[in-house]
């Protein structure tokens, strides 16, 4: 019985790899393509939030801060020394760690609301100071006018690209080491601690979690993923503005509202969040975004208002639901039982 | 020295903004990041009054304030409530706060697409004339946006104390269950309580109309700004929204003088974080237990 | 010779002017098995935070194995040894009972699998194979108990320190409890156990401490203790001044 389950499942992750490979063969028309490497994207940033946020319970509103900090410093690397962002965002993910560390000493002790403002504000401040410096140095920073990304062509090093097959293949295997991140952290010892601490800090440290430590981890991976996710977005657009890599509206609350709407601290949550609601936001701006100035973002608001008051628990949650409704038949049927975990993938 | 009345003036329109955010936040442990979005939809309702009705915006506080009321009401009841029953047992209930964020982008995106992205003011007979009160000149639409705020600060805390559902709200935010059990209405008074917070917001609203442009973004400004003075002010407490929003407005409008608009703006998010750090509880801290 | 295990020298603590415990001193040697007993409000759950470290002493000392831990964070006095439950149980609420119990194993392995093996081990010693993988909350009380108390047996702690783990248990299942409590003691580990239920303390301790207004009034073996006189008073008040056990 179990065994023709994991056989159906390889099958089922075989031909959805196949998929995915293929996509760009059959979807040629860049708009099309462009939108799905957005959704990709999102899914990526999405997950890069939910390790702090889904599996440590801590509402960071305030994560543009990372994509900036990744995207800023690989942009002004790579325009004023030429230095690939290939390695540029290894220098951005290590100074979004290095912020997450600092900012998340302070602030993880405070309550989950307090937290939430002190995000808020820290992210606030940062894109108060991002508008207002237009050098550091010999390094352009743009200021509020912004910063473009240098054009050279097709360059696999420079991460540039005239057609958008590369970037649908690159954005492809970044989100599914995303993934591959989520589901690691999850069955590890981190991940364990992180529930726990979710669940009930107090028992957590009278079991041997060290809170904060934990907490700090978690942010500290998100903000390097969360940094690379940012250069990628800078490569793909090849323009920064402050608020659009940092912003609230832009950038920070749409990865925890996608999170969420997906399922917050699962593995496949983010994704499905992400995917869902980039697809619904951007076919409402392509067919009625001309006339009515707003109305993508409207839905999508109303969207995540719905998905909170009927299903807090994501997406996912309906998926577990129905997993667990079709194993209870099986068990029936069968007369096996085998409660099986749920908890998304 | 106008420089000070100045940022006395807005000072108190902040304290006025705060004031519903702190007896939401204080009565309901909730942080309603849709504030700012409701003040702009006050703003928004009491511009299109005015231009319609050509009436003082100081008179429509008598329409807009119940229209206000009413949907601060209804949102608590049917959007809100849900939420925070199902989160009961969570120790931190999170959901509140991201329904109310999108709830903010809903109301701001549905004023674009009702009104358009223009920038619009009340031109009034006062928007642009000055008072001289001894040596002092001062914008007297901000003039009497501080005595309408402070006469509003004032009437509310009356209402807290002296009437029956004042202390009704008080009791609730003290002790829901304690309060349940003496008769009251708990899940009315939470409606209500977040109705009266939206229905503040309108007097801030009015005074801001005759000099402050509105448009559908306006609100997230103020909103942080709210935020930083209810942390600053104390959650929950009333003079101390007040006595921090005139802070933050002497913070602002002094610094101003001395460094860039964007340095000072990143002052006041350093003294909000140092007051998180410090001293969480703010000023008059907090007779409730967080 | 018995070796001291846990030491609390005069510890004290105040929450602005009340002493919630008072110049307690104890000692509690290896393999023992010692009760705390008193009076609703006697400072007793407050000791057991100061040992656990979820609060540090005014004054006074807590030595644990000859090692001065006063003032440790709690995840550090655990990973010292000392495991303790909470009078009212802290599930996990969202996870299984494998999962609750493996959390605690993790405190002696990085390792997963490791970990798992540590938390079956545990279940089976404590009965709850069969709820292996239910979802915490979906325990009955008595269940919720145990859990607790396998969850603080993960991390194979030296002392273990039960707080009215009997509480809301009926006849069957105290008896049962008792012998839980005796086996785990009699592998080794010392046993600090708060208590309301007398003659389960008196069946499984071989010595009582009691407490009453913070400070510790009685020491004993089981019989001593129910015998004396302050004892007595400490429960019943001043009027049973007169009883003789």
Redesign the interface.
Same mark, same amino acid.
């Given at each position: 019985m179990i065994k023709i389950i994991n056989n159906k499942k390889i099958i089922l992750l075989a031909g959805l790899t196949a998929i995915l490979l293929l996509i760009p063969v059959f979807i040629t028309k860049p708009y099309f393509l462009h939108v799905i490497v957005m959704c990709l994207l999102w899914a990526y940033l999405a997950s890069s939030w939910n390790i702090v946020g889904g599996f440590a319970g801590q509402?960071s509103?305030g994560h543009g801060i990372y994509t900036a900090v990744g995207a800023y410093a690989t942009v002004m690397l790579f325009n004023t020394l030429g230095l690939s962002p290939w390695l540029g965002m290894l220098i951005g993910g290590s100074l979004a760690v290095l912020l997450s560390l600092i900012i998340g000493f302070?602030?993880f002790g405070?309550?989950?609301? !307090?937290y939430?403002? /002190?995000t808020?504000?820290?992210s606030?401040?940062v894109i108060?100071?991002l508008?207002?410096v237009s050098n550091l140095g010999k390094f352009q920073v743009g200021g509020a006018e912004g910063l473009i990304v240098k054009t050279v062509g097709n360059s696999f090093g420079a991460i540039q690209f005239v057609s958008k097959v590369p970037y649908y293949y690159i954005m492809l295997i970044a989100l599914g080491l995303a993934i591959l991140v989520a589901k690691l952290v999850k069955?590890?010892?981190l991940g364990?601690?992180l529930?726990?601490l979710r669940?009930?800090e107090? =028992? /957590? /440290?009278?079991?041997?979690?060290?809170?904060r430590n934990n907490k700090l981890i978690a942010g500290a991976i998100s903000a390097f993923m969360t940094a690379i996710g940012g250069v990628f977005y800078a490569m793909l657009i090849r323009y920064l503005e402050p608020n659009a890599i940092a912003g /609230?509206?832009a950038m920070s609350?749409q990865m925890?509202?996608m999170t969420?709407v997906g399922g917050a601290g699962t593995v496949l949550g983010p994704v499905i969040g992400g995917i869902l609601l980039s697809i619904v936001s951007e076919v409402i701006r392509f067919y009625l975004g001309g006339q009515?100035?707003?109305?993508h973002?409207?839905v !999508?608001?109303?969207i995540?208002?719905v998905m909170?008051?009927y299903q807090?628990a994501g997406i996912i949650a309906w998926y577990d639901k129905f997993k667990e409704h079709r194993l209870r038949k099986i068990g029936n049927k069968g007369g096996a039982s085998g =409660?099986e975990?749920s908890s998304g993938a | 020295m106008s420089v000070v009345a100045n940022g006395l003036s807005m000072g108190a329109i902040y304290g006025l903004i705060a004031l519903g955010l702190t007896l939401i936040f204080g009565i309901m442990r909730i942080i309603n990041f849709a504030h700012g979005a409701l003040l702009m939809l006050a703003m928004m309702i009491s511009y299109w009054l005015w231009a319609a009705t050509g009436l003082s915006p100081y008179i429509l506080i008598i329409i807009v304030g119940p229209i206000m009321f009413i949907f601060g009401y209804v949102c608590e009841l049917f959007l809100i409530k849900p939420v925070l029953d199902a989160q009961k047992e969570v120790r931190e209930p999170v959901a509140v706060l991201l329904l109310t964020a999108a709830l903010a982008i809903v109301l701001e995106n549905g004023a674009l697409m009702l009104f358009g992205a223009d920038y619009v003011m009340a031109h009034t007979s006062f928007s642009k004339a000055t008072l001289a009160l001894g040596s002092v000149t001062v914008s007297a639409s901000r003039f009497y946006g501080l005595i309408i705020a402070l006469v509003a600060a004032g009437a509310f805390y009356l209402f807290l104390q002296r009437t029956q559902i004042g202390r009704n709200i008080r009791a609730t935010g003290q002790d829901r269950n304690a309060a349940s059990l003496m008769g009251i209405n708990v899940p009315k008074t939470f409606a209500v309580a977040f109705g009266v917070g939206t229905a503040l917001l309108c007097v801030a609203a009015v005074v801001l109309i005759p000099f402050y442009y509105v448009h559908p973004s306006v609100g997230a400004v103020f909103m942080t700004k709210a935020f930083i003075v209810v942390v600053l002010g104390g959650l929950g407490s009333v003079p101390g929204a007040l006595l921090g929003g005139i802070i933050i407005g002497l913070i602002e409008s002094i610094a101003a003088q001395y460094m860039a608009a964007t340095l000072t703006a990143m002052l006041v998010y350093l003294v909000f974080l140092l007051v998180l750090f410090v001293k969480p509880t703010g000023m008059f801290g907090s007779p409730y237990e967080w | 010779m018995q070796k001291t295990l846990l030491e609390l020298k005069d510890l004290t603590i105040r929450f602005g002017g009340l002493i919630a415990v008072n110049k307690f001193n104890a000692q509690i040697n290896v393999g023992e098995a010692v009760g705390l007993i008193g009076p609703n409000g006697a400072g007793k759950t407050t000791a057991f935070n100061l040992i656990a470290g979820v609060y540090a002493p005014t004054e006074g000392k807590v030595i644990f194995d000859g090692e001065d831990i006063t003032g440790l964070k709690p995840y550090d006095v655990c990973r010292k040894g000392i495991g303790r439950t909470f009078q009212v149980v802290k599930p996990f609420g969202k996870m299984t009972v494998l999962q609750n119990i493996m959390v605690g194993a993790f405190i002696n392995t990085p390792k997963p699998k490791e970990a798992k093996q540590v938390a079956v081990e545990i279940m089976g010693k404590i009965g709850l194979q069969s709820k292996s993988d239910s979802l915490a909350r979906n325990l009955t009380i008595p269940e919720r108990k145990r859990l607790e108390m396998a969850k603080a047996l993960a991390t194979k702690p030296k002392l273990l320190l039960l707080d009215e783990v009997l509480a809301g248990l009926n006849p069957t299942e105290i008896e049962e409890a008792i012998m839980l409590i005796k086996s785990i003691n009699r592998e080794g580990i010392t046993v600090l156990m708060i208590e309301h239920v007398l003659q389960a303390t008196m069946a499984i301790c071989n010595r009582i401490l009691v407490l009453d207004y913070g400070k510790k009034i009685a020491e004993g073996t089981p019989k001593e203790v129910t015998s004396n006189i302050d004892v007595i008073k400490a429960y019943l008040g001043d009027e049973y001044e007169d009883v003789k056990n």
């Open positions: 509402l509103l302070p602030t405070l309550r989950g609301a !307090y939430a403002l /002190a808020v504000a820290i606030e401040g108060v100071l508008n207002s069955e590890s010892r364990y601690y529930v726990a669940e009930d107090e =028992a /957590a /440290a009278a079991l041997g979690v060290n809170v /609230a509206a609350t925890v509202f969420i009515l100035m707003g109305l973002l409207f !999508y608001g109303l995540v208002m909170i008051i807090p =409660a975990n | - | -």
